[in-house]
């Protein structure tokens, strides 16, 4: 079956389902498909070269795999400064308005005062931060590029930790959405969403985030800070997809209506979700964007090709989730752009893409 035309519906019936990893998120994330995460892998692109810019080298031509990993585990000038805003919008076809938690880091002002941040995940779980300061001043030489993350199935704004707080600290503004309806927390009370809602709810997540931004947040500095022309998204697993939608590969409205029952099927047939699916869900503020182990669902055929924007494609040779066979191949096949990348961790697999298990107290892990 060509991947374009895979039923949406089978991702309920399959192991490997978002549905499942929503309701056993935990369990999964620090369990078996973890991968080793200690290999740099592979790079590939588009035309047969290696994918490897570093100037750093060993003396038989080839890189120092100890000093890449020190020059990318290396903080920036900046301290980064993390704070939690929300956000609020109406959806297409909805009647209430949507309610986002939007976890934010950014480059701090120096010498504010401010101690280091304990962040909360899924409302329950404390983890320190060493990396981060809580609610200090930005920094005064912006503007800064934005960042927006986008988490996978049952997961968290909050995971895009590792990745924020080393862009916040090079002069970058990151924005992270918890999806509401489609989180830890959700999963854990037994709220999580539609599948089909959720799918077109993400993308419109993103760009309410973007046109937050764009508005100031309500006044706060950060927004006031961030350099819109210049915005990177990137995202895991249903973040994958949502940042290949985003960056501009359009939806099937007929495979969402094949894969519909019951009152998804209503909400597919309201008329402003029918002009969403027309119009498309790109955001043309983006301009590059790094979908990791990504989920290839309800794409429109060759529509990977068509995307305006740059992508580097991440994915782990070790997955069972979201398998390289059905996922990371066919869209590196498809994808078209002369700076698309694809980085390939020959021991990575699907949860090697976030930390948040190398950082919680074992005694915590051992309960799942």
């Given at each position: 079956?060509?991947?374009?035309?895979?039923?949406?519906?089978?991702?309920?019936?399959?192991?490997?389902?978002?549905?499942?990893?929503?309701?056993?998120?935990?369990?999964?994330?620090?369990?078996?498909?973890?991968?080793?995460?200690?290999?740099?892998?592979?790079?590939?692109?588009?035309?047969?070269?290696?994918?490897?810019?570093?100037?750093?080298?060993?003396?038989?031509?080839?890189?120092?795999?100890?000093?890449?990993?020190?020059?990318?585990?290396?903080?920036?000038?900046?301290?980064?400064?993390?704070?939690?805003?929300?956000?609020?919008?109406?959806?297409?076809?909805?009647?209430?308005?949507?309610?986002?938690?939007?976890?934010?880091?950014?480059?701090?002002?120096?010498?504010?005062?401010?101690?280091?941040?304990?962040?909360?995940?899924?409302?329950?779980?404390?983890?320190?931060?060493?990396?981060?300061?809580?609610?200090?001043?930005?920094?005064?030489?912006?503007?800064?590029?934005?960042?927006?993350?986008?988490?996978?199935?049952?997961?968290?704004?909050?995971?895009?930790?590792?990745?924020?707080?080393?862009?916040?600290?090079?002069?970058?503004?990151?924005?992270?959405?918890?999806?509401?309806?489609?989180?830890?927390?959700?999963?854990?009370?037994?709220?999580?969403?539609?599948?089909?809602?959720?799918?077109?709810?993400?993308?419109?997540?993103?760009?309410?985030?973007?046109?937050?931004?764009?508005?100031?947040?309500?006044?706060?500095?950060?927004?006031?800070?961030?350099?819109?022309?210049?915005?990177?998204?990137?995202?895991?697993?249903?973040?994958?997809?949502?940042?290949?939608?985003?960056?501009?590969?359009?939806?099937?409205?007929?495979q969402f209506l094949d894969g519909c029952v019951l009152d998804e099927c209503d909400y597919l047939a309201e008329p402003e979700v029918i002009d969403a699916f027309a119009e498309g869900f790109a955001d043309p503020r983006i301009d590059a964007i790094a979908p990791q182990a990504p989920v290839?669902?309800?794409?429109?055929?060759?529509?990977?090709?068509?995307?305006?924007?740059?992508?580097?494609?991440?994915?782990?040779?070790?997955?069972?989730?979201?398998?390289?066979?059905?996922?990371?191949?066919?869209?590196?096949?498809?994808?078209?752009?002369?700076?698309?990348?694809?980085?390939?961790?020959?021991?990575?697999?699907?949860?090697?893409?976030?930390?948040?298990?190398?950082?919680?107290?074992?005694?915590?892990?051992?309960?799942?």
């Open positions: 079956m060509p991947r374009s035309a895979r039923p949406l519906r089978s991702l309920f019936t399959s192991p490997v389902s978002l549905l499942a990893l929503a309701l056993a998120f935990a369990p999964i994330a620090c369990g078996d498909d973890g991968g080793g995460g200690d290999e740099l892998g592979d790079g590939s692109d588009t035309d047969g070269t290696d994918g490897s810019d570093s100037g750093t080298e060993t003396d038989t031509g080839g890189p120092d795999r100890d000093a890449l990993i020190a020059e990318l585990s290396a903080p920036g000038p900046y301290a980064a400064g993390y704070r939690e805003l929300d956000l609020s919008y109406l959806p297409p076809g909805e009647m209430e308005e949507r309610v986002l938690p939007v976890r934010v880091w950014y480059p701090a002002a120096a010498d504010s005062g401010a101690g280091p941040v304990t962040y909360t995940l899924a409302g329950i779980v404390q983890l320190p931060s060493p990396a981060a300061l809580d609610n200090p001043p930005v920094a005064a030489d912006g503007p800064f590029p934005v960042v927006v993350y986008t988490h996978g199935s049952g997961g968290d704004g909050l995971l895009a930790y590792p990745y924020a707080e080393r862009f916040a600290s090079h002069g970058w503004v990151v924005f992270s959405p918890s999806h509401t309806g489609n989180t830890a927390s959700d999963a854990f009370s037994g709220q999580t969403d539609s599948f089909l809602k959720i799918a077109v709810r993400r993308p419109l997540d993103v760009r309410a985030v973007l046109d937050e931004a764009d508005k100031g947040f309500a006044g706060d500095e950060v927004a006031a800070a961030t350099d819109m022309s210049r915005v990177f998204l990137f995202g895991h697993s249903f973040g994958g997809y949502t940042t290949f939608v985003v960056g501009g590969a359009a939806l099937d409205y007929q290839l669902i309800g794409f429109a055929e060759g529509t990977l090709a068509q995307m305006p924007v740059p992508a580097m494609l991440q994915s782990g040779a070790k997955d069972i989730t979201t398998p390289d066979s059905t996922e990371a191949i066919p869209a590196w096949e498809e994808l078209a752009n002369p700076e698309d990348r694809w980085i390939h961790l020959l021991d990575g697999a699907h949860y090697s893409f976030i930390t948040v298990c190398d950082d919680l107290d074992p005694e915590l892990l051992n309960l799942f």
